[in-house]
């Protein structure tokens, strides 16, 4: 009787195994941008959801004592300056960003609130292979960038340097749900209390029904048991 009541055991575990499996699954995907995002003048194209390009230029500015050269995103104007610290003016190339129109997890789109509050701007250096002609004549390799000094170590006011920089995402997990449609953010309170219930937001009701059929098999298998145990009870009084 012992056996009989072991194997049924077994057999209940193994047909509850796949529902925990399958609870697993309510991580989200990986969020996939609407197009690659592109510096066209450049060639340099972004691997995730933006793309940043900073242009700076050396240029004079006053300091106590007199003038020194600093690298700047901004023209500094020089009204005032003495003839030999005049500044170029404009930029010949200004610095832009791109982003992409729609991001979208497992084909819903995310909530534009999660870039803005969890994305991150960070630093990489692009391929330039796709540098057209004329920039590269005037262009060239400078630490994770490029640089149109004829000599990295010795610019001169005028000279331009650029570096770009991409917009990435963390690991989202449990930090945002569907509703309505879309992937938001969960509150902080909310992950804490019920992480897993937080991420995805069932479509068809499978979820549930698995939930219910858990339950059913673990009644089931608590009625089982304890016929079991009276039947034996019984064979003992015999």
Same mark, same amino acid.
């Given at each position: 009787m012992r056996i009989v009541a072991l194997r049924v055991a077994a057999l209940l575990l193994c047909l509850l195994h796949p529902v925990g499996?399958?609870?697993?699954?309510?991580?989200?995907?990986?969020?996939?941008?609407? /197009?690659?995002?592109?510096?066209?003048?450049f060639g340099v194209a972004a691997r995730h959801y933006g793309l940043e390009r900073r242009v700076e230029m050396l240029q004079w500015q006053r300091a106590p004592g007199g003038y020194t050269r600093t690298w700047s995103e901004l023209a500094i104007d020089s009204t005032g300056f003495g003839d030999d610290h005049r500044n170029p003016?404009?930029?010949?190339?200004?610095? /832009?960003?791109w982003t992409a129109s729609e991001i979208t997890i497992e084909g819903k789109p995310l909530d534009p609130a999660v870039v803005r509050q969890l994305g991150e701007w960070r630093l990489f250096r692009p391929s330039f292979s796709a540098l057209p002609a004329n920039l590269a004549a005037t262009f060239q390799p400078e630490g994770d960038g490029l640089g149109s000094a004829d000599n990295p170590l010795e610019p001169?006011?005028?000279?331009?340097?650029?570096?770009?920089?991409e917009l990435v995402l963390p690991p989202l997990g449990e930090r945002i749900a569907l509703r309505d449609g879309r992937w938001q953010l969960v509150a902080e309170s909310t992950t804490a209390e019920a992480p897993r219930a937080a991420v995805a937001e069932p479509g068809d009701g499978a979820p549930n029904a698995r939930t219910h059929r858990a339950w059913w098999f673990g009644g089931a298998f608590v009625v089982l048991v304890a016929a079991l145990a009276a039947r034996r009870r019984r064979i003992r009084n015999r």
């Amino acid at each position: 009787m012992r056996i009989v009541a072991l194997r049924v055991a077994a057999l209940l575990l193994c047909l509850l195994h796949p529902v925990g499996v399958l609870a697993q699954d309510d991580t989200p995907g990986v969020p996939q941008p609407d /197009r690659t995002v592109r510096d066209r003048e450049f060639g340099v194209a972004a691997r995730h959801y933006g793309l940043e390009r900073r242009v700076e230029m050396l240029q004079w500015q006053r300091a106590p004592g007199g003038y020194t050269r600093t690298w700047s995103e901004l023209a500094i104007d020089s009204t005032g300056f003495g003839d030999d610290h005049r500044n170029p003016g404009a930029f010949p190339l200004q610095s /832009r960003r791109w982003t992409a129109s729609e991001i979208t997890i497992e084909g819903k789109p995310l909530d534009p609130a999660v870039v803005r509050q969890l994305g991150e701007w960070r630093l990489f250096r692009p391929s330039f292979s796709a540098l057209p002609a004329n920039l590269a004549a005037t262009f060239q390799p400078e630490g994770d960038g490029l640089g149109s000094a004829d000599n990295p170590l010795e610019p001169h006011v005028g000279d331009l340097r650029i570096h770009w920089r991409e917009l990435v995402l963390p690991p989202l997990g449990e930090r945002i749900a569907l509703r309505d449609g879309r992937w938001q953010l969960v509150a902080e309170s909310t992950t804490a209390e019920a992480p897993r219930a937080a991420v995805a937001e069932p479509g068809d009701g499978a979820p549930n029904a698995r939930t219910h059929r858990a339950w059913w098999f673990g009644g089931a298998f608590v009625v089982l048991v304890a016929a079991l145990a009276a039947r034996r009870r019984r064979i003992r009084n015999r």
